[in-house]
């Protein structure tokens, strides 16, 4: 369950080659290795919802949401031996990446 | 917890005066009342966490993080006067509101 004293990380990707099955398979398969990083609480893995608004963002092709318990585990996770493979080995993936940190507005 | 088959939408607002604390309190409260739409499984109200890289979005006020178990719940909401209320008292606090739904990658 998501409680306000939570730490937020959300990251979008967008990647280098989007009509590559193969780089899609590979991002997948590198997030799935970097949600065994232990600091995380709980994670989801997701692709863009065929929702479709002025306002929605939909030219990413993954979303990463990490949920840590405080702001100590985010920085545990950036540090985390399975990050720094995940990005070594997975960023010439990617184009672009843009991450939101949020933490409780109460 | 979170789980791959939830639908995850994640808002994101930049006041119009970022730095009235009025509006941030009316914003606030609009989302705390916005949080008792049922079709709501779990939320978080966020603001920016101090972590401060390149590829961090810092900029906005707000962060809205809405999970929902179906596609279906989140219509629902779209739809619920919980919401409709919430944008009529509160669209005029902010300049621009960014929005990202995703489901589950695999």
Request: a negative charge.
């Amino acid at each position: 369950m998501l409680t306000q004293d939570l730490f937020i990380h959300h990251v979008y990707f967008w990647l280098a080659n989007p009509e590559s099955k193969e780089d899609h398979a590979a991002l997948l398969a590198g997030l799935e290795a970097l949600a065994k990083v232990p600091s995380i609480q709980q994670f989801h893995i997701g692709v863009p919802a065929s929702t479709n608004r002025d306002v929605i963002e939909t030219t990413y092709q993954f979303s990463w949401l990490a949920v840590f318990p405080s702001r100590e585990a985010q920085d545990e996770y950036q540090d985390d031996p399975l990050h720094l493979h995940f990005v070594a080995t997975c960023k010439h993936l990617w184009k672009k990446v843009t991450v939101y940190d949020s933490i409780a507005a109460y």
